[in-house]
Nanobody
Framework: VQLVESGGGLVRPGGSLRLSCVAS????????IRWYRQVPGSGLERELV??????????SVADSVKGRFTISRDNEKNTAYLQMNNLKPEDTANYFC?????????WGKGTLVTVAS
């Protein structure tokens, strides 16, 4: 199983980024995908940002990003997305995607998002 995130970078406050998570090694359409974030070097736990079911029939985002972030997926491409709009400095973090096929948790290596002027 592999999860590979991309799309991070440096963006100014108010800007947008779209993160991608390409999955392999399991039947992607069956399993939900979650996006987490963690502030580098903070020692804080990873924060759940968004989640989506395997068939995309249900999704949710954290209150801290509601109205700004949207999660989606393309099962034909084995890819999940996190569209992030109106980014704020407090959104600066490493963003990770997560899946739990067969009851086993897998993580990508993350992609760094830095929001700064």
């Amino acid at each position: 199983v592999q999860l590979v995130e991309s799309g991070g970078g440096l963006v100014r406050p108010g800007g947008s980024l779209r993160l991608s998570c390409v999955a392999s090694g399991f039947v992607f359409r069956i399993y939900g995908i979650r996006w987490y974030r963690q502030v580098p070097g903070s020692g804080l736990e990873r924060e759940l940002v968004a989640s989506i079911t395997g068939d995309a029939s249900d999704s949710s985002v954290a209150d801290s990003v509601k109205g700004r972030f949207t999660i989606s997926r393309d099962n034909e491409k084995n890819t999940a997305y996190l569209q992030m709009n109106n980014l704020k400095p407090e959104d600066t973090a490493n963003y990770f995607c997560n899946a739990v096929p067969w009851g086993q948790e897998y993580w990508g290596k993350g992609t760094l998002v830095t929001v700064a002027s």
